[in-house]
């Protein structure tokens, strides 16, 4: 539907009455600051507009904005947003979420949610532990991660969500973190405009219970080295000079080369449109966790038809075959007969 | 069953009786749930008041020829209103040993068994674990057995078709649903029609289907093996059109005509599983009444997603039965906290765990009425027969709309596949149970604007507005976190807490204002003993305290559609009564209800069998309990003194 008399908003439209109460210093505030700078820019209205939300510190998002939105339950808000997205499709639904929300209680659903291609933008923001709970350690944790639940560290190896997302069959993947609101900005904005299911993996900084998580690819003075800008149809570089680049590793892989080593030729072209995830999962793989050189971005953006308007077809297709359904003759539908 | 005789004009002996019951047995894979159900379709059209009971493995095909595979199918069918599928068969068809094993022992003396002799062969016998063929033991001498060889008769009736004899053997249930057709009169056209309708994608197979059904009633009309055919007048019914349904398809038309009632979209998520898949299977059908059904990937999904189209504005509706009750109960929580409307239906069928998928029992309404964490009171409709299942969907919902609360609706296994003829409603004279969005604000912020409230509650129905995404100036979050009185913010007050809690009982318990007053069915209104009732026993109940009155004994009966709450004056109706009698499939849940609620000595009568109540159990229990009272004046000097103690 064009809506042509949208109102203009700002950036405070879009905030609730509600104290924010998130940890001061947590990385949540700038992602929601984020989201409350690009929702005026996207031409839609708030009251289009619901935050669906699980359990978990990021999920108090819903409370903040001045939009629709439900409070749920652990690891159930891409349950949910599929129900309100497919029933209402005329509504923009946000789903935000944590690491412990999504990839462990919640797992199934947000697998079947990308696999589904419901419409939905998902908004994960992983600090590889449980804040709410007061520090257990997560399914994005590192191995050997001691916390309260694991005083002699963690053992289970922990999921690569932007490599589960793609194996979910996502259509959008992205990942992005809390410390580039310009960043932040832009990949949610590319999220948003995409039809179907969305996911943006959101580095952010736990303070309090998992603090620098993140700060040796995106402390200031890292950044350049450490963090991998994917831009569609551009060669893979990095680098404050882009002296470092992505290249092949003849073996269906990628790895780290030095641009003047290899010349920029063999420079793998970011392409996020390709329908083969391939080259995106292998981007994935190329930092084994948040310590060594990580691609941010876009992974992949590719049409597939969303689910909700799958259904809609197929509804709009009985109702012209067969008409609209009416409740009487449906209910001599079977074998009728009559006594006077 | 009584008999009269008379000699009709065509040849062979014509005898008139007043009803019969049929099963139908065979292996898993021998059709005999088509058989039947075509039966039934036959006898429906006929006009014979009818009442069936399907019972099958919980194995989609269990070693042929073993006991384990054997399906059944049973119906009762009468020139009287029937209310049960019969407490015995009269007549078991009994298409192999393993068939024959399974049932004979439902068999009274004097039954008549139809057996296809084809299959007693040494192999199949050895299947069923007989050591010696009871044909030939007289192990069955107390029973009218008609020896037919079903399965060659079959085959050499198919030559025609060109079929294997293997695949021509699988038509053996039409030449049994033949047989039957000619032994009780039943009309043959329609079913005729059907086996094409229904096979015509393999037109082999429709041929020899038709050919085995005709060689069937042809083998009964000229084999002169049997006495006598028989015929069942059609029953005296109410004017109108009727149809045959089973509770399961009647309950989703229910659904449809809520959504239809209620002005809104009808939404399913829901997650196969026996016995509740096939309303899941039914509304699938339907999308031309804009019905959106998801296959979630979970049950808790499939509520989650209820859950979620309901915050838009629709009938959010899941279906399951005890397994996926237990995964669903956390989001039957939040929807008490949400105060949204949402249905969950609950096929119950026999537990703990995985228990008896297939079999039926009653045994939910414990869970239903407490199994969620903190005080979460939700209503609960419970239906009483297939086709009430339709009215109990649209009375389930209406309270969901209008108090914006989680129902459980409750049927069972039995009710789900159990059929009978329904009497059609006129569908303009379905209540209205549509409810108004809210769509303006409906109080005033501090700084004085208009604002929306969306814990602010009708001071009649104590319901809170229901504003939908969309709605311009109502922008509101809700969650699971309790919520400040009125203006609905997040609020870890205690006093509030407090008066939340009691402002959502005070909700649930507000419903029983909305509903009309009982009445115990006590002709003369001189019964001492109330049978009480709720669910799928409605049938043998009300079949039971038939006969005792027949007997000229008085009984009353009072069955419950409300169980959460209760009808506002029933405490008030069951102290009227010495002894309250309630048949459950379970271990006592209305009985600990109402004992609790009421300070009524109600007693259980339990029966967790897997399979629904007799009429028989019935009567003598209800007949032991009038026994157990003597005179008047001896039961009422002792039911004083219980009362002292």
């Not at chain 1, 949610?188 to 179907?196: N, S, V």
């Not at chain 2, 100036?473 to 407090?498: C, F, M, W």
């Amino acid at each position: 539907m064009t809506d042509l008399a949208v109102p203009v908003t700002t950036r405070k439209d879009w905030a609730s009455d509600q104290e924010v109460r998130w940890c001061p210093g947590c990385g949540d505030y700038s992602i929601l600051s984020a989201v409350q700078l690009l929702l005026p820019e996207l031409g839609i209205r708030r009251e289009n507009t619901v935050f669906v939300s699980g359990i978990g510190c990021a999920a108090r998002f819903p409370y903040y904005m001045n939009t629709y939105g439900m409070h749920s339950i652990h690891g159930r808000a891409p349950a949910i947003a599929t129900g309100l997205a497919v029933s209402r499709p005329d509504l923009d639904v946000w789903v935000v979420t944590g690491d412990g929300d999504s990839l462990s209680i919640g797992g199934n659903h947000l697998v079947h949610a990308l696999r589904r291609n419901v419409n939905l933008t998902i908004l994960m923001f992983n600090n590889q532990i449980y804040g709410l709970t007061k520090g257990q350690y997560s399914p994005t944790s590192e191995v050997g991660k001691i916390t309260k639940s694991t005083p002699f560290g963690s053992l289970d190896a922990p999921f690569n969500p932007v490599s589960l997302a793609l194996g979910a069959e996502a259509t959008f993947v992205a990942r992005t973190h809390d410390l580039d609101r310009k960043h932040m900005v832009e990949t949610f904005r590319r999220a948003h405009d995409h039809r179907g299911a969305s996911f943006v993996e959101v580095y952010q900084n736990c303070n309090v219970f998992n603090d620098g998580a993140f700060e040796a690819i995106n402390g200031k003075e890292n950044r350049a080295d450490m963090l991998i800008p994917l831009e569609h149809g551009q060669p893979i570089r990095f680098g404050a000079d882009g002296e470092h680049g992505v290249a092949s590793d003849g073996h269906g892989g990628l790895r780290l080369v030095e641009v003047a080593d290899v010349g920029e030729d063999a420079l793998v072209i970011h392409d996020e449109r390709q329908v083969n995830p391939s080259l995106a999962f292998a981007l994935s793989r190329l930092a084994t966790g948040p310590h060594e050189p990580t691609p941010i971005g876009v992974f992949r953006a590719v049409e597939r038809p969303d689910y909700g308007s799958l259904v809609d077809q197929q509804l709009l297709e009985a109702q012209n075959r067969q008409g609209v359904g009416d409740l009487a003759s449906l209910l001599r539908s079977g074998a009728t007969w009559n006594y006077d | 069953m009584t008999t009269k005789s008379k000699l009709a004009n065509e040849p062979g002996k014509v005898e008139t009786i007043d009803q019969i019951v049929i099963r139908f047995a065979g292996d898993s894979g021998d059709g005999m749930q088509v058989t039947g159900d075509r039966f039934t379709d036959e006898s429906a059209l006929f006009g014979n008041d009818l009442s069936t009971f399907p019972n099958y493995p919980a194995e989609i095909r269990a070693p042929a020829g073993t006991l384990a595979g054997v399906s059944a199918f049973q119906i009762h069918i009468s020139d009287h209103e029937i209310l049960t599928p019969g407490d015995a068969p009269n007549v078991l068809v009994a298409m192999n040993p393993a068939a024959l094993k399974a049932n004979v022992n439902d068999l009274p003396t004097g039954g008549t068994l139809v057996i296809n002799v084809d299959s007693f062969d040494e192999r199949d016998l050895a299947k069923a674990g007989y050591e010696a063929n009871p044909l030939k033991d007289g192990s069955l001498s107390a029973f009218r057995i008609y020896e037919i060889p079903m399965t060659s008769l079959t085959i050499e009736a198919c030559k025609p078709t060109g079929a294997k004899p293997r695949d021509a053997e699988r038509s053996k249930n039409f030449f049994a649903l033949g047989l039957l057709s000619w032994l009780y009169h039943r009309p043959i056209d329609d079913t005729e029609s059907w086996i094409v309708r229904r096979y015509g994608k393999a037109p082999v197979v429709a041929e020899a289907n038709t050919l085995a059904f005709r060689a069937g009633y042809n083998f009964g009309e000229t084999a002169e093996i049997f006495e006598s055919s028989y015929e069942i007048a059609p029953a005296e019914h109410l004017p109108g059109t009727y149809t045959n349904v089973t509770g399961n398809v009647a309950l989703a038309w229910g659904l449809l005509a809520a959504a239809h009632l209620a002005k809104l979209p009808l939404f399913l998520g829901s997650y196969p599983i026996t016995p509740a898949s096939d309303i899941l299977h039914e509304l699938s059908k339907h999308k031309k009444f804009g019905v959106r059904t998801l296959q979630a990937e979970d049950e808790i999904a499939g509520i989650g997603a209820a859950l979620g189209a309901a915050f838009g504005g629709a009938l959010g509706v899941t279906t399951t039965s005890g397994p996926g009750i237990d995964l669903k109960s956390e989001t039957v929580g939040l929807a008490v906290s949400l105060e949204l409307p949402l249905l969950i239906v609950d096929i119950q069928r026999g537990g703990p765990s995985t228990g008896l998928p297939t079999k039926t029992e009653q045994s939910d309404l414990l869970h239903a009425m407490f199994g969620r964490h903190g005080e979460a009171p939700v209503p609960i409709v419970a239906a009483k027969t297939p086709s009430h299942c339709f009215d109990a969907a649209i009375e389930a919902a209406r309270i969901a709309l209008k108090y914006r609360t989680p129902v459980y609706l409750l049927s069972d296994g039995y009710l789900a596949n159990g059929s009978e003829p329904w009497r059609l409603p006129d569908v303009e004279s379905l209540p209205d149970i549509s409810v108004e969005f809210t769509t303006e604000p409906n109080a005033t912020g501090a700084d004085g604007e208009a604002t929306f409230w969306p814990f602010k509650r009708d001071p009649e129905t104590l319901a809170r507005p229901w504003a939908v995404p969309g709605t311009p100036g109502l922008e509101h979050r809700i969650g699971g976190l309790e919520k400040q009185d009125g203006i609905g913010t997040v609020s870890y007050e205690p006093a509030n807490h407090d008066v939340m809690i009691h402002a959502r009982a005070a909700k649930i318990a507000g419903i029983a204002k909305d509903m009309a007053p009982v009445e115990a069915d006590d002709p003369g209104g001189k019964a001492r003993v109330l049978l009480l009732g709720w669910g799928s026993t409605y049938a043998a109940i009300t079949a039971g305290v038939k006969r005792v009155r027949k007997a000229g004994k008085s009984v009353a009966q009072l069955h419950l559609v409300h169980l959460n709450p209760f009808p506002p004056n029933l405490g008030e109706v069951l102290r009227a009564y010495e002894v309250i009698l309630v048949p459950e499939g379970n271990l006592g849940h209305l009985t600990r209800l109402v004992r609790s609620d009421f300070l009524v000595d109600a007693k259980v009568m339990s029966k967790v069998e897997g399979t629904p109540f007799r009429v028989g159990e019935i009567q003598d229990a209800i007949l032991l309990e009038i026994e157990r009272l003597g005179s008047p004046q001896a039961a009422r000097g002792q039911s004083t003194k219980e009362a002292a103690l």
